[in-house]
Structures are given as C-alpha cells and as structure tokens.
C-alpha cells in the first residue's frame, strides 16, 4: 500500500511500498511558481526526507500542466521589500534559503528523479537541475529565465550545471533568457532522458534503483557528489574506503546471493 504523508498548500509527498517517495508540487493553477510558500514547503519536504525511514529513492515532479514556471514575480515582488534574512547569509550549510531549494536534492542521501513536463523556468529549471537524474518530455519548454528580470542564476544554478552544461552555451541561454525545448536541453546536458510521458519513466526508473543495495546506492552518490572536487588521490582513497564499508555487510552478501538465486533481494534500510 501507498502511504500519503500530510501534505500541506503546496507540496505533497507520497511513499511507496518499494521506498519510492514521489514529491509533488501541487499549485497547478499557478503551474507551480515558487512563492515564498513554495519555497518554505519545497524546505519541509527536504528535511522530511533527509532522515526518512526505508527511503531508497525520490521522484520530483509538478502538478498540473507544468514542472515549474519559476518564480512568481507578483508574489516575490509583494515580499522581497521585506525579507529578513539577507541572500549572503548561509542559512543552511553552504546555501542561503533559495539555493537549498534546488541544492537540497543533490544533497539527500539517496538517488533523486525529476520528472519534467510542460514549462519548466528560471528557479523552476534550478531545482529540477539539482536531482541527480532529470526525465523530460521531449517538447518541455525551458528556459535561464533570470535575464529577462534583470537578475542572475542565483538559486544553485551556477553550482549545479558546473561539468554538466556546456559553457558556451549556458552563457547563451543565459544572456539571452531564450527559451528551449527537451530535445536540445538534452543536447545541452540539461536533461538525462527524454521520455514522452516523463513521470512513468521516472517512476520505472526509481523502482529499478529500489532494487539495488541501498547502502552501495549511498555510497555512490556521495562520491558522485565530491570527485569533482577532489584530488585524483583523494578521491582514490574514497573510492576504497566505501568499498571496504560495503563489503561483507549483510546487504553485500543479499546482492550477491539474490543474483545468484535469481530471486528479488531482501535488503536492510540503512540506519
């Protein structure tokens, strides 16, 4: 059986029986623009999955007939005369509260999916590129919307299609706010994999990496999020010392005996 968490005016989260947690944004007649709600609740749902028991992977997606319009200039116009906490505060680690929006799914623990269909801009193209892996359809409309504002990427963007995006191009869209489709931001490096119906892809997707040892699945995505920045020795050294954590642990020994069985692995969440 599903279990639906409390969801609150904007966002919802939905656990599956395999340890697929679907986050969905759920303002679709305003196609998920982020207001200041948003954002609070996009926060909540972060730290709701952080710690959350049996959770083996996350689906991102959008109500409605977009993933994200970006932000909602009304709404942030109303607030922004008045906001507390100054955008160089780091408010949570190394990111103010924006940036956490987008940069919290790169740092959850385990694998993240973004599902992306119809408008996808500006903050909105910021958090789907903080998942590890973003299914779009193929005529998704996306766009670096910040120029037209007269501002810059400044919810993780930059941090994120670092190594991802090609230069060149990302100056382009970005001094230009054009818009483009799935297929070229695929081209680009925005996009993983285009998929027609992006949500069920996503969904496919998650279940296989369900069916993995989620301790392994952890470690690699922890060491996905610091070669980049590592040495070539240090990150040689962290590649053994989560091998030697992995091996002959119980899941180690499942991953094995279920392939050799050709059976369904039974695996241990990890702590």
């Not at 590649?239 to 695996?267: C, D, H, T, W, Y």
Request: negative net charge.
């Amino acid at each position: 059986m599903r279990h639906d968490l409390q969801p609150n005016e904007r966002v919802s989260i939905t656990m599956e029986p395999n340890g697929v947690a679907q986050v969905r944004m759920i303002r679709a007649d305003k196609m998920n623009a982020l207001d200041p709600d948003m954002f609070a609740a996009l926060q909540d749902a972060g730290r709701a999955l952080y710690d959350m028991p049996g959770l083996r992977c996350v689906v991102l997606a959008g109500e409605g007939r977009s993933f994200c319009a970006g932000l909602d200039m009304g709404s942030m116009a109303q607030t922004g005369r008045h906001r507390e906490t100054p955008l160089t505060e780091r408010t949570h680690g190394n990111a103010n509260g924006p940036q956490q929006v987008a940069m919290q799914w790169r740092k959850l623990p385990v694998p993240v999916i973004a599902a992306v269909h119809g408008v996808c801009f500006g903050g909105g193209l910021q958090v789907a590129s903080g998942a590890d892996i973003r299914v779009v359809a193929p005529d998704a409309r996306l766009a670096v919307m910040e120029m037209k504002w007269g501002l810059v990427p400044d919810m993780a963007g930059y941090a994120l299609w670092r190594g991802t995006v090609r230069d060149d191009m990302l100056r382009e869209l970005t001094y230009t706010n054009r818009e483009f489709s799935g297929e070229e931001g695929q081209r680009l490096g925005f996009v993983t994999l285009l998929d027609a119906d992006p949500l069920a892809r996503a969904h496919a997707l998650a279940a296989e990496i369900a069916l993995h040892n989620p301790e392994a699945v952890r470690a690699a995505k922890h060491l996905f999020n610091r070669h980049r920045e590592l040495d070539e020795a240090t990150v040689l050294l962290a590649e053994s010392e989560l091998q030697a954590g992995l091996i002959g642990r119980p899941n180690q020994f499942e991953a094995v005996a279920s392939q050799m069985q050709r059976r369904k692995p039974n695996f241990t969440d990890p702590d």
